[in-house]
Structures are given as structure tokens and as C-alpha cells.
RNA sequence: UGGGGCGUCGCCAAGUGGUAAGGCAGUGGAUUUUGAUUCCACCAUGCGGAGGUUCGAAUCCUCCCGCCCCAGCCA
């Protein structure tokens, strides 16, 4: 009962936020907004607000639009706002048919910002971007009135009408806001509500000549669309006296409130926009999908369940003290997800070819292997044993530590659903690398279980040659090995081994078979998912993580 | 040195005057035809520091220390 009621997705001090003021009579009902500029695509960090956004107004019976804040044409493209539509429904989200975008309401925008000069609010500065910059004054010293500042309300009208109207180019004239230039708040030292850029925008194409800023855009946006909670990021706390002075001073329909959380960091990943666009465009990644990126398409393509992001933000909590998460956080959100639905299915990565000498030539057989451990309604699938078989190269070892018990000279194991298997002899070729084991079963062991009751310490999983189908299979490892990346110096930190290609992996033939686009689980290794590089003859995985691996940890401390 | 925030276990994070939740990681152990999963146990006499108020403080007061953000015609 408690799983369908807001309580359960857990407390914050943003839900609790709400909750007073739906309890107060604050507010009679909740809307959102998940407010993306079209520049690059969604990643992790989208991920923790679109969860936040879209889940309390879910949890508070609301609704949660989805607006692009698309105020600057120079950045934004087409294809971001396709991707972005794409990846929000992709986790798991529905914004229904409110799917906005500042550039709607530029109209009501340019009237309001002529309100304001009307009221003496605002008012056309002719001075260069440098003197403006200049005359902002530093983070101690106030700054000084342009000396425009007080010019009359009709000329400051036509000088915006003419600004509107394209007779300026581009840094020639600003609007801006009349507030307070000694403020202790630099925002509030004549913000910059408009200014002139000749671009051709996605959407409006090139109707305007000049653009309204963030300030100016996205308050009176949510007031337009009656926001009530607007959540944003840490950093715009600054801006907030601004957002309710533009607020304060306009006709708005409806008087929306800031609220801001503290903006996720994961450990061994970079999340600017910039990183991401610049290791996008220099090629050090394959596009902005490529499974090693934190973008939303990345973790996509490597597998990650969208359920299992919304366990991760879930799990992260949401609150106001800048922190690291943890990447290992992440990974186990993802194993924990997987482990409940993924289907199991055995590949062997890294291929050692085992005879069975006392097995029939010719001879192959069906062995029954269930499709899941924990859930029978997954059925199961029949695989092919036979006298030429591969397991894994990690699996042998020729002269093994004391703790290693998997296959060694004389040793036992039991090959997964087949039959237990004794290694007898060690093939070797010229170089002495082993190729090749020669082992011999036991028949009675049929399934996997020995009637005369011995155990066995190992069992490792197998394909058989009769059936394998050669796959190609992608290990990712993280793109950046040092736990706190630099953005600075971002190029020089790419982990050189955050790609493995394997080549010639036998995978058995139900993932042949398979075009699914779930992660299905390799038994003791890892979650895969089918790639779209795929070919009918060649299937390709990625690896979206792997198992928790105890004996790593184990062989690792040994050596 | 101006303004705005934040400091609770290695990493997240509850707690809002009544004697430190939970998760991840880690460590022991049980079960196991995945060295996986599952299960059990352990893991902050301490809440940035120092004073103070109080019967009692992570929670209130004072001072101090540290970290983050702001000087785009970016968002």
C-alpha cells in the first residue's frame, strides 16, 4: 500500500516543500517542468531532475511539462530537441501534451519587457559588452550607471522596437533591467534582459533579431505555463531575488516559486556539457550514444534498464550539500535491477577448446537450462552438449593457487547443466600457451548431479563447438580511471582501456536467435546487451556491467 | 575583503531539543549446479571546531574553520 502512496519514493526536503504547501492550501495542485536547452543530450545528471520533476508530480497527483528553454539560437539544434524528447520517454516519462518551449511565448515576452520600460523598469544601454562588463563593478566593489540608464521611456521604446526590428547588429544595444548596480548581488546590478543576435533559430527561424536571456525567459515562462514549483540546480540560487523581482514586476497569470537542489557528480565521470560535446566532436567516443558516455542514449545502448536509472536517482536522494556519488552506487542500481529480470545465457568470452575423449564421436545431445534461477515463468531453453566443447581461458589454470578451485590437471568440475568433467591432459603449442584439454566425463553425472553424492568445488559454464555461434563481444570499463576527472584536461585522462573488443566468442544459440533489446546476463560474468552493429551471421554485445566478482578480489589480493 | 549556499561513517543520506535511520562500499558467516543472487552479523560514545544556554543539544546562541556558486549580451 505504502508503495503507491508519494512515501514510499522517499522523503526530501523539496517533496516535504510540496507536500506543506498542498496542506496549507498553498497550492490546490502541483505542476512541474523539466526545462532542457537544446545543446547536447541528456545525461546522468538530467536523469536525477527529470526523476525529480516528472516523479512529484506523479507521486503529487500533478503534472509535469516538458519545455525547451531554447532562448539562445546560436547553441541549440533540432537534433537535440528530437533527442531529448526521445530519451525523456525512453526513461520512463510522460510530459502528456505539454511539451513547450520559451521561443512560444517570445511574443508575451517582448510585450512584457516593453511593460517594464514603460514602468521605468528597464532600459536600452548602447555600451559595449566590455563596458558594461566594466562598469558591473567586481564581486567587492559596486558597480556604476550606465550612462543610459535614465533615457526616456519613448526613446528607450523605439530603440527596443528598432532592436526587435533588426536595424542593430549584434552587441550593438542591450536591454536591461533598472534594479540596483551596488547590489551585493551582481545579478541584480542591471541584468541584461534582451539582446541582439542576427541567428536563425530552430523554431522561430528568423522572425527575431533578438533574444530574451535566461533571467528574463524563465520565470515568466513558468508563470505562463502556472508552474508552481520551479526546481532548478544549486547555482541559480543567485538568481532567484532576479526571478522574483521579474515576477513581482510583470502581469504574470500565476506566481510560481524556486526551489534548488544540489546538481549530481559521479565519481570516474565528467558531466559538462562541454566535456561531452568536445569528446563527441574530437572522436575520442563514437557519438553521443557510444555506451561509455553517462548521456542517457549511452546507458541506452550499454544495456542499463531505464528502471534501473530511476532506482539509481532514487537511491541518491536529493538535498543541498554539493556531493560524489559514488559510480559503484550506480553499478549496483544496475546489477539490481538485471538480476531480477535479465535472462540467463552462456558465452564464453575468451574460448579453450575441451575434448571429451571418452565421449562418443559424432554424438551430441540436448541438456535442459533454465532461462532464470529465481523465476521459473521464464521458462527454459535446451542447449547442445557435445564432445568439443569451449569453456573459458580463466577457468584452467595448470598449476593453481590454493584458493583457485576451477579446472586444473586431475581436478573435477561441473560444466553447467551438463556433466561433471576431469581434466586429463594439457595440450600445448610451440609457444607453450595451452590450447587445447583433454578431459573425460562421467556419465552418470548427467544434469549436473553425481548419484553417488560427491561434490564437486566448481562449476563453470560452457558452449558447445556443435552449437557456438561466433559473436563479437565489447567490455567498457570507465572512460576515466581517475575517480575525479579534471574537465580542464579531460583528453589526457581517457582511460586507454575503457574499450576491450573480443573477437571469436562463442556464444550458444538462444543469443543467436535473439533480437531482443534487454540486457540478458552471462552466467558468472556480467549483463550484455545485443548491439546494433549486429549481423545475422555475427551477433555483437556490450557489456552493461559485470557480475560482482568476490574472486577477483580474491586472486587479485594473492598475486 | 561583497552576496548566496553547504558542512552527520570511506561515498550518498535521514534527523529540526530527548539521548545518531537507511543504502552503497567494506568485514565475518550461512545457503548456493553462477566464487552471482539470497540470508545473518559487524561497521559514527559521534554529528567541521571551540565556547555557551538547557535536566538534556547534530538539533538553540556566539565565535571560528573549511568547501561550493556568482563579476556571459550562456543556461
Not at 550606465?146 to 527596443?160: G, I, K, M, Q, T
Not at 539582446?195 to 527561424?205: D, F, K, M, N, S
Request: hydrophobic share 35%; charged share 25%.
Amino acid at each position: 500500500m505504502t508503495d503507491e502512496t508519494g512515501s514510499e519514493a522517499g522523503r526530501d526536503f523539496i517533496r516535504d516543500i510540496v507536500a506543506d504547501d498542498l496542506a496549507s492550501g498553498t497550492t490546490t495542485g502541483v505542476v512541474t517542468r523539466f526545462p532542457p536547452e537544446p545543446n547536447g543530450y541528456l545525461h546522468l545528471g538530467h536523469a536525477k531532475s527529470i526523476c525529480l520533476n516528472f516523479g512529484i508530480a506523479e507521486e503529487f497527483g500533478g503534472r509535469c511539462h516538458l519545455r525547451f528553454d531554447d532562448t539562445n539560437p546560436t547553441k541549440e539544434e533540432q537534433e537535440y530537441i528530437d533527442a531529448i524528447q526521445r530519451d525523456v520517454r525512453w526513461l520512463g516519462f510522460d510530459w502528456g501534451t505539454h511539451l513547450h518551449f520559451a521561443s512560444d511565448y517570445f511574443e508575451q515576452l517582448y510585450a512584457w519587457a516593453q511593460d517594464l520600460i514603460r514602468a521605468g523598469k528597464a532600459y536600452v544601454d548602447d555600451q559595449s559588452q566590455e563596458e558594461i562588463r566594466v562598469s558591473r563593478g567586481t564581486l567587492t566593489e559596486p558597480g556604476r550607471n550606465s550612462p543610459y540608464r535614465d533615457r526616456s521611456v519613448a526613446e528607450n521604446l523605439d530603440l527596443f522596437a528598432r532592436m526587435r526590428a533588426g536595424e542593430f547588429p549584434n552587441g550593438a544595444r542591450v536591454l536591461r533591467a533598472k534594479i540596483d548596480m551596488s547590489s551585493g548581488n551582481i545579478n541584480l546590478r542591471d541584468p541584461v534582459l534582451y539582446r541582439i543576435l542576427h541567428a536563425h533559430h530552430p523554431r522561430t527561424g528568423t522572425a527575431w533579431s533578438i533574444y530574451p536571456s535566461y533571467d528574463f525567459a524563465h520565470g515568466q515562462s513558468d508563470a505562463i505555463e502556472h508552474i508552481t514549483h520551479s526546481i532548478c540546480t544549486l547555482e541559480f540560487e543567485d538568481h532567484r531575488p532576479l526571478y522574483d523581482w521579474c515576477l513581482d514586476n510583470l502581469p504574470v497569470p500565476s506566481r510560481p516559486r524556486q526551489y534548488e537542489f544540489a546538481r549530481l557528480n559521479v565519481t570516474h565521470t565528467l558531466l559538462s556539457k562541454r566535456v561531452l560535446t568536445e569528446l563527441v566532436r574530437s572522436g575520442h567516443v563514437s557519438g553521443w550514444d557510444d555506451p561509455r558516455m553517462p548521456t542517457l542514449a549511452g546507458l541506452q545502448r550499454r544495456g542499463v534498464p531505464a528502471a534501473a536509472l530511476r532506482e539509481f536517482v532514487k537511491r541518491i536522494g536529493v538535498a543541498k550539500a554539493n556531493s560524489t556519488v559514488d559510480i559503484g552506487m550506480f553499478d549496483f542500481a544496475v546489477r539490481e535491477t538485471l538480476n531480477k529480470s535479465a535472462l540467463r545465457r552462456m558465452a564464453v568470452l575468451r574460448p579453450l577448446k575441451v575434448v571429451i575423449e571418452n565421449y562418443p564421436e559424432g554424438q551430441t545431445e540436448e541438456v535442459e537450462a533454465v532461462n532464470h534461477p529465481d523465476d521459473a515463468a521464464q521458462g527454459s531453453r535446451r542447449i547442445t552438449f557435445g564432445r568439443e566443447l569451449y569453456i573459458e581461458r580463466d577457468d584452467f589454470m595448470e598449476d593453481p593457487p590454493k584458493k583457485f578451485f576451477r579446472l586444473a590437471p586431475g581436478r573435477e568440475v561441473r560444466l553447467r547443466y551438463g556433466y561433471f568433467i576431469t581434466c586429463r591432459e594439457v595440450i600445448k603449442d610451440a609457444n607453450g600457451e595451452v590450447v587445447e584439454l583433454r578431459c573425460t566425463y562421467d556419465p552418470q553425472t548427467r544434469g549436473g548431479n553425481a548419484p553417488d553424492g560427491r561434490k564437486v568445488k566448481a562449476t563453470i559454464h560452457w558452449v558447445s563447438a556443435a552449437e557456438a555461434v561466433p559473436a563479437e563481444v565489447r567490455l567498457y570499463n570507465l572512460l576515466f580511471s581517475d575517480p575525479a576527472p579534471e574537465a580542464a584536461n579531460f583528453a589526457a585522462q581517457i582511460n586507454p582501456e575503457s574499450l576491450e573488443v573480443l573477437q571469436g566468442c562463442m556464444v550458444e544459440r538462444a543469443l543467436a536467435a535473439d533480437n531482443a533489446h534487454d540486457a540478458v546476463q552471462f552466467e558468472r560474468q556480467g549483463y550484455f546487451v545485443r548491439d546494433r552493429d549486429s549481423t545475422p551471421g555475427k551477433p555483437v554485445f556490450n557489456r552493461t556491467v559485470g557480475l560482482k566478482d568476490t574472486w577477483a578480489k580474491v586472486a587479485g589480493g594473492a598475486a
